[in-house]
């Protein structure tokens, strides 16, 4: 880490630029918990999600605090059978990019929030009340991969759920950028 940096170029309304990091391993909590303004975490179940803020918090040296960030990928539909059709047409249109059948499983991948994401996905397909987890499983978790899967109104209810679980920002992505950012902006 770099001692005495600085940058000549300031953000006008805060005294700093927040810092974000995130990590699953013991270390990265560590140096998550000394050095970030804002801790990220990946879509994971909101049981986990609490214990995973906990986990930061115990560690934060004192006089430390730092806020919470979750990223999840929203899957809507104007009902939740065709939101559930969605998600099932994107995770066909993944396996057929990655060549279904011919292609051997993904590797385990090295880092510790991808591990913990495909042993949800091997576990169940879906937590709490809409978060799913296949495409992690179809990926070898790379990145943010878990979705909640529904209606607006359905999705927005467990964005409310991860708020109440301690998480202040909220990273929402879809798989077709531009179209889910339009219907992100006007349904939810």
């Known amino acids: ?30 140096v998550g918990a000394k050095h970030s303004n804002v801790y990220a975490l990946w879509g994971e179940p909101i049981a986990v999600v609490k214990e995973r803020i906990a986990e930061v918090r115990a560690a934060l040296p004192s006089g430390r ?13 104007a009902t939740e059978q065709q939101a559930w059709e969605k998600a099932h047409s994107i995770l066909v249109r993944i396996q057929e990019l990655r ?12 880092a510790v929030g991808s591990q913990r994401l495909l042993d949800f996905a091997a ?23 878990t979705a909640l899967v529904g209606t607006p109104e ?3 209810e467990d964005l409310v759920d ?10 929402i992505r879809g798989f077709d950028p531009l179209e889910d950012a339009i219907a992100y902006g006007q349904q939810m």
Not at 12 to 17: D, E, N, S, T
Not at 127 to 143: E, F, H, N, Q, V
Request: proline fraction near 9%; aromatic fraction near 10%; charge should be positive.
């Open 1 to 30: 880490m770099s001692r005495n940096a600085f940058s000549a170029i300031k953000p006008l309304q805060k005294p700093y630029i927040p810092l974000y990091f995130g990590g699953a391993s013991g270390p990265a909590v560590q």
């Open 162 to 171: 991860y708020y109440d679980a301690g998480v202040t920002t909220l990273l």
């Open 65 to 77: 605090s730092v806020s919470f960030s979750v990223s999840l990928r929203p899957i809507l539909g």
């Open 99 to 110: 060549g279904g059948a011919k292609i051997s499983a993904p590797a385990r991948p090295q």
């Open 154 to 156: 359905q999705v927005a």
């Open 123 to 145: 576990k169940n397909e879906v937590y709490d009340k809409r978060l799913w987890t296949p495409i992690a499983a179809a990926t070898g978790s790379a990145g943010n991969t």
